[in-house]
């Protein structure tokens, strides 16, 4: 009975990357050609900027919240960015305006939900209409053409060393946030919130406090998006991010283990979902699925996916109470 037990919580803990292997295997006896190393490496590539936004997501439903505005706090990061290199401004003054749009809007988002209390759907929902109309304003001439040197070198396909940076760079970050969440008084106090703002109150926790330092934790992660989704394309438009970038990010997210009602996620999980995301994404291509039906087939199978999820949840409750 114990080596059952110790299988069922092996399983449970590890399904997005059994998940993930069970999918390259599948695809991978479709067509071959979807798990060549030259795909694979594309896919993790295309994954980056899901895995940053799925941990910025991450934070967010751990505390039980979500943000809608975190696709087109994207998309104005990035025009703003890309308008001022394009404009003669150096990397540094540039990524420095990116990084303080990101947090006076993440500061924006944390204090209408915690101290105001509005329902956080409703708040990040009129967040980004406010950044719909800002990236309309910004970016007059409709594309940006960004040719930082040090962008293009950061945001390269190839490197000299074992990985590019673009996929060094979401490790260390996952990294960071995998510290942040186990092993600071900050995560145990996030994921307290998440499973009870109630008992979080009784011992001791701000509330608002904490959830106002996750948005504000949570646009930092949206910023390290856009600056990646700028180095890897030079042309940055108004459709850059957006809401197709967040519902990946969102579905990377859960598909991970994240909760929608908080108090339980991994950051592993969140990076296996964002390869799980870019799989299916270049594997619908790569079968020849029409590019404006790409979504609803993705749509299909990640509800699939989900409706797995929500399964094993009801296994871990089950299993909890049984202990």
Not at 203 to 232: D, H, P
């Amino acid at each position: 009975m114990i080596n059952q037990r110790s299988l069922l919580r092996w399983g449970l803990d590890f399904a997005p990357l059994l998940l993930l292997a069970l999918l390259l295997v599948i695809f991978g006896g479709v067509d071959s050609r979807i798990v060549s190393v030259n795909n694979l490496n594309i896919i993790v590539l295309q994954a980056t900027s899901v895995a940053l936004l799925g941990l910025a997501m991450f934070w967010i439903l751990l505390v039980g919240e979500i943000d809608l505005s975190a696709g087109n706090l994207v998309s104005f990061s990035a025009v703003t960015m890309g308008t001022l290199l394009s404009s003669g401004y150096g990397l540094v003054p540039s990524l420095a305006v990116g990084l303080f749009s990101c947090l006076f809007f993440g500061l924006i988002n944390g204090l209408m939900v915690a101290i105001l209390k509005l329902p956080s759907f409703i708040a990040t929902l009129v967040t980004t209409l406010i950044l719909q109309g800002a990236t309309l304003m910004v970016a007059k001439t409709g594309t940006i053409l960004v040719l930082n040197p040090l962008l293009r070198r950061f945001g390269a396909f190839t490197s000299a060393y074992i990985l590019p940076p673009t996929v060094l760079f979401v490790i260390i970050i996952a990294a960071l946030c995998w510290w942040l969440a186990k092993r600071t008084a900050f995560g145990l106090k996030t994921y307290a919130i998440g499973s009870s703002a109630e008992r979080a109150v009784l011992a001791g926790i701000s509330v608002r406090g904490q959830k106002v330092c996750v948005f504000l934790v949570s646009s930092v992660l949206v910023f390290f998006t856009a600056t990646v989704v700028i180095a890897r394309i030079p042309v940055v438009n108004p459709n850059v991010g957006g809401i197709s970038l967040l519902l990946d990010a969102i579905a990377a997210a859960v598909i991970g283990g994240t909760s929608l009602f908080g108090g339980r996620g991994m950051v592993a999980g969140v990076i296996c979902g964002a390869l799980i995301i870019s799989l299916l994404t270049a594997a619908l291509r790569i079968l020849g699925i029409d590019p404006s039906s790409l979504d609803l087939y993705k749509g299909l199978i990640i509800i699939c996916i989900l409706l797995l999820d929500q399964g094993l949840s009801l296994i871990r409750q089950k299993r909890k109470q049984a202990v």
